[in-house]
């Protein structure tokens, strides 16, 4: 029930910023007043959709016959009247590339929001405790943030450039707009269609398929839109950069879906429990949509860094209402055939994001892959050994524990032998790394 009301509350908040926070990154000749420009919008429309959201949670409770559905949104939409204060803080951050402060801002909403909802669920509070910890969270990030940037605690917001904020923030948020309703469309149709059940079957599913994304993707983010920016800024080509990038992510991320893949059930029985083994076959099917998804990780960040947001906007608007359809007709059947529509829709992003960025930025598709193609054969080769030592060990049925660590061991022994086998370009980002521990631990 929360997973549903989140996504909910997710829609909404993809209109709260309205693009300003990327408009703030991109900017090439930055001001006080845009900058204050940017927090006005940002401020105005974010206690309006809070407002909205507390409005409406009544008949969306009614819409889901489920009571509690309405004071969880309630609860949620508090996040809006919070955020405000904090995001234009996050893209100033991200502007100077000053990501340090960033990771101990997450950090600590993290740990607030994770002790704050533990401690209620222990208490008694089951869906409410997620609900009543997204709200702590925001209070830490507000907080943490100014702690960083206190000179903006004074800042007062105004609309005196909006126009100049709104030019750039008006096609992105028609993009961020469809896609949050693409990403919440799983929990609203399958909560609909096929109950709780199969949506909480689902969303762990997701969760777990997602844990590279929010590991690894979500700071790799923050990072490319600056990045790819200060390099559009110098005239220099981004299509070297976005090949360079997206080769050394594939050799992390196409390793863990092959993984996943392999060993979803040991996986799920550590983490989550037995009662969650119907959600296995969900998960593999949803590892070779996300290793297919890893393709457009950084195109996104290069459009926006060059100014085509309305490519963005465009890819959005071919793309999210064919995914919306899809997962619809997948409901209708089963949770298997929703999560086949995912790999459709995969390709489907692959295919138009690289045509977009063909004409946009140069980018070519084959050449992108012929690129990662070492990348692939890190993935499986790493798999060989566990595999082996897998099929050995059913004659002993070792613990799940004790499983999962010999085949975790084996498989990342493998693909760190493969990565310098191989000569594939992490090896370079590597060397700095093993430098620095035979300094501090010499043999």
């Known amino acids: 029930m929360f997973s ?15 693009g300003a926070s990327s408009y703030l990154v991109q900017e090439k000749e930055l001001t006080n007043a845009k900058i204050r420009a940017a927090f006005g919008i940002t401020l105005i429309l974010a206690w309006l959709l809070g407002a909205l959201m507390i409005a409406v949670s009544g008949p969306i409770g009614q819409f889901y016959q489920e009571a509690r559905i309405e004071a969880l ?3 949620v939409a508090l996040t809006f009247f919070l955020l405000p204060f904090s995001s ?13 402060p960033l990771m101990v801002i997450h950090f600590a909403s993290a740990v607030v929001q994770a002790g704050v909802s533990m401690a209620l ?10 609900a009543w910890g997204s709200v702590a969270a925001s209070v830490a990030t507000v907080l943490v943030s100014y702690a960083y ?8 917001p105004s609309l005196r450039e909006a126009r100049t904020v709104l030019r ?6 028609g993009a961020t707009l469809l896609s949050e309703l693409a990403i919440a469309a799983p929990d609203i149709i399958i909560g609909r269609l096929l109950g709780f059940t199969a949506n909480g079957l689902f969303s762990r599913a997701q969760s777990l398929v997602k844990m590279f994304t929010k590991l690894v993707n979500q700071a790799i983010s923050p990072v490319a839109l600056p990045a790819f920016a200060s390099l559009y800024r110098e005239g220099k080509p981004l299509a070297p950069a976005h090949e360079r990038a997206l080769v050394l992510l594939s050799a992390a991320a196409w390793p863990f879906f092959v993984f996943t893949f392999l060993w979803a059930d040991i996986i799920i029985d550590l983490l989550l429990g037995d009662q969650w083994t119907e959600a296995v076959p969900i998960v593999r099917i949803l590892c070779i949509g996300g290793a297919i998804s890893t393709l457009t990780t950084f195109v996104t960040p290069a459009l926006l860094a060059a100014g085509y947001v309305r490519f963005v906007l465009k890819y959005q608007l071919i793309v999210q209402p064919t995914a919306i359809t899809l997962i619809a007709i997948g409901a209708l059947f089963s949770l298997h055939v929703v999560a086949f529509s995912f790999v459709a829709i995969s390709v489907i992003s692959v295919a138009v994001y690289y045509h977009l960025a063909r004409n946009a930025l140069s980018f070519e598709l084959l050449f992108i892959l012929q690129a990662c193609r070492k990348s692939l054969f890190l993935a499986l080769g ?15 049925e070792p613990p799940a524990v004790v499983r999962f660590a010999l085949l975790g061991t084996t498989f990342s022994a493998g693909w760190l032998f493969l990565v310098y086998i191989l000569r594939h370009p992490l090896q370079h980002e ?8 035979r300094v501090r631990f010499p043999i």
């Open 382 to 396: 790493s798999a060989i050994a566990p595999l082996l030592i897998d099929i050995a060990a059913q004659s002993w």
């Open 149 to 156: 940037r206190p000179d903006l605690i004074g800042l007062v």
């Open 430 to 437: 590597l060397q700095p790394l093993w430098q620095r521990i």
């Open 4 to 18: 549903l009301a989140f996504s909910l509350v997710a829609v909404a908040q993809a209109l709260r910023d309205f």
């Open 88 to 100: 234009i803080v996050h893209a100033l951050l991200r502007r100077e590339m000053h990501f340090a």
């Open 73 to 75: 949104v309630t609860v």
């Open 168 to 173: 750039f923030a008006k096609p992105m948020t």
């Open 121 to 130: 669920a222990v208490l008694g509070y089951g869906a409410m405790s997620l």
